[in-house]
């Protein structure tokens, strides 16, 4: 398992109306990304990394939430916003540059319980130390 030491979130839970069509979506989204080899799943519920997607119980409400992932560039962002719709997502702003900073490219899709997703690429960044940071026991 790959676990990265020192941030600020430990994990993300997930609650889905419809753990099918939600599997669908991540999927696709998650391949496009060039993430999927790392996905860890089950029945009824789907992990990668600090992330975790289940559905919800009888009369349980979804999660809504915005969630970002980091994107390798600015085609992996294209790709991400083109295979999420495909794939059952709702268009929240087509890939394009933003103003929030110089260099800041992203997209955003809901998935299908309305969770605002993200992918972007920063280009401010010009290089990572380390990819991830593996700890053992």
Known sequence: MLYHQGRLIDHIHLRVTDFGRACDFYLAIFQALGID???QGGRDWLELDELFIDGC???QAPSLVHLCFQAADRDAVQRFHT????A???D???PGLRNYHPGYY???LLDPDGNNIEAKVDERVRQRSAPAIRLTD
């Not at 295979?83 to 495909?86: E, F, M, S, V």
């Open 88 to 90: 059952g997502g709702r």
């Open 106 to 108: 992203a997209a955003y």
């Open 92 to 94: 929240n702003g087509a």
């Open 57 to 59: 119980a009888p009369g």
């Open 37 to 39: 080899d790392r996905m």
């Open 83 to 86: 295979t999420g719709l495909a």
